[in-house]
């Protein structure tokens, strides 16, 4: 009678062998098969997000949503999306997107009866030292400290140092009107009219401010009438350095890396690195006090400090966040002020109306001017500074959104640009009339865009999370607009009447060139 290990080896003879090469084949063909056949079967039919509406191809897999958003065109297709499948659209096998006010504070916010929602690992690493991305007792600390620097007082504080580089600004821009000095921030126009560049402009005034605030000397860019080495490099990167997001993401999209840009985007890196480290060793080196952000981050409170480490890593954050969005937001005012001369006039009219000397400008006075203000927010309406999601994912075990549970690690977006160019939120929403921004909602009388959902419109986010430096951003704004206004006149030059048409974007938009000519004025 045949024993059990007798058989065992009859069945083990009889079966056919296989070599290494076809055992290899065969698990590619299995992987294949789980990737291309099962997986999105699961993913469209049996996914817990399945009930929510989408495409079925984006349902199966995060190849679509990866090629949209690496194209840079991704807020144009989120919108389709919306319009097309409504509020809430699955735009991946565990991505929800949402274009109702109401989800801010279920996605964004923080309360005792629901978890916060952390960003995901592969968007900013939960050890990471800035306060953007930081753990929540971090952040707490971080914020808490970092607090004091951007509150009216301090405001009032900073605002000679401020001061000084808007009026090095406003000179710069008569000498090179009048001819008095080259830039690169310029180009020749037809009839022999010079071009200034005012994206370039602004960046220049902006990053020279929150430098000198960052790092406590300014980059010099409005002295020598280009962006610094480290901000050049910046914005050289922005495709590649979202690429690199995509790829932490989706490991897939490495295949379309450029090889030789990755490797010196990773050298610079290290290199401008240890030449920021250095400035700001410099400056926490010496003694002398002054109202910068390096001498609130230096200073502990009680038992709360920052460490060295924090302290590097959340000055150069507070440097490109706090000057790329402002600068980003006046070149579109700008845009949109020249666009429509009866936009314009109105702001000379309230600056007349205002003013009687440009001595009386200030970040206190420029407060006044309201409508100036509208036509800011509606700037950052029609064309927000971060134009798509600032990622959030659900926590472990779960969590509720807009009265639906979600299982753990489900990615929610609420794309800006979606958001405030819905019909259900704005009306006539593909328009730009800052004139909506101007209804009180308080009973002053009626508006066409009365029911406007205001609370809809977050362009700096929300929540706990929300910018710290938004009343900074919003009286700069205001104050280097008001005096640009002031001292020029300006209209479009010929090469950028369609400057904001096919831009591409992706967490913040790329950089154009945003050509104007100038015509020196002096209002009474």
């Not at 409005?222 to 050049?232: F, N, V």
């Not at 309201?370 to 472990?396: D, F, K, Q």
Request: glycine content about 6%.
């Amino acid at each position: 009678m045949p024993t059990i290990s007798s058989l065992q080896g009859t069945i083990l003879a009889s079966a056919p062998r296989l070599s290494l090469p076809s055992l290899g084949l065969l698990l590619v063909g299995l992987a294949a098969s789980y990737l291309l056949v099962l997986r999105p079967i699961y993913n469209i039919f049996f996914h817990p997000l399945r009930r929510y509406p989408g495409p079925k191809l984006w349902a199966a897999s995060s190849l679509p949503w990866g090629f949209s958003f690496m194209s840079g065109y991704w807020h144009h297709r989120a919108m389709q999306l919306h319009a097309q499948y409504g509020h809430i659209v699955r735009i991946g096998p565990n991505e929800l997107s949402y274009d109702v006010p109401e989800a801010w504070e279920d996605v964004y916010g923080r309360s005792k009866h629901r978890k916060e929602n952390p960003k995901p690992a592969w968007y900013l690493s939960p050890k990471t030292k800035e306060i953007v991305g930081a753990p929540l007792e971090d952040h707490t600390r971080m914020r808490r400290l970092l607090g004091s620097g951007f509150t009216n007082a301090a405001m009032l504080e900073q605002e000679p140092l401020i001061k000084s580089h808007v009026d090095l600004f406003i000179q710069r821009l008569h000498e090179v009107t009048t001819g008095s000095s080259s830039s690169t921030g310029s180009s020749s126009s037809a009839g022999g009219k010079k071009a200034v560049d005012m994206f370039e402009w602004f960046a220049y005034c902006t990053f020279d401010i929150i430098g000198d605030l960052s790092f406590g000397e300014p980059f010099g860019c409005l002295r020598d009438s280009m962006l610094h080495p480290w901000i050049a490099w910046v914005f050289a990167n922005i495709k590649l350095a979202h690429t690199l997001v995509l790829c932490n993401r989706i490991p897939f999209f490495f295949l379309f890396l450029p090889l030789r840009q990755t490797l010196a985007l990773i050298k610079g890196s290290g290199y401008f690195e240890k030449t920021i480290k250095a400035v700001i060793d410099q400056r926490l080196a010496r003694e002398a006090e002054r109202p910068d952000f390096l001498q609130i981050m230096k200073t502990p409170r009680g038992s709360s400090y920052m460490t060295r480490e924090e302290i590097h890593s959340n000055a150069s954050f507070l440097t490109l966040a706090g000057s790329e969005t402002t600068s980003n937001s006046m070149a579109v005012a700008v845009y949109m002020i020249a666009l429509y001369p009866d936009i314009k006039a109105k702001i000379t009219q309230e600056l007349v109306a205002t003013f009687s000397d440009e001595a009386e400008i200030d970040m206190r006075s420029a407060a006044k001017l309201a409508y100036l203000m509208a036509v800011i927010e509606e700037s950052m309406r029609c064309h927000p500074p971060g134009p798509n999601a600032l990622w959030r994912v659900t926590p472990e075990g779960g969590n509720q959104i807009l009265g639906d549970w979600l299982p753990a690690n489900t990615v929610l977006s609420i794309p800006h640009r979606v958001m405030y160019r819905s019909e259900h939120n704005f009306k006539r929403a593909q328009e730009f009339i800052p004139e909506r921004w101007l209804d009180s909602g308080e009973g002053k009388g009626t508006s066409e865009f009365a029911n406007d959902r205001k609370d809809s419109f977050h362009p700096f986010s929300y929540g706990p999370r929300t910018c710290l430096a938004v009343n900074l951003a919003y009286a700069e704004m205001r104050y280097i607009l008001a005096r640009l206004m002031w001292n020029f006149d300006f209209e479009l030059a010929d090469q950028s009447r369609n400057w904001a048409e096919g831009l591409r974007a992706w967490l913040i938009w790329e950089k154009r060139p945003l050509y104007v000519h100038l015509v020196p004025r002096r209002l009474k």
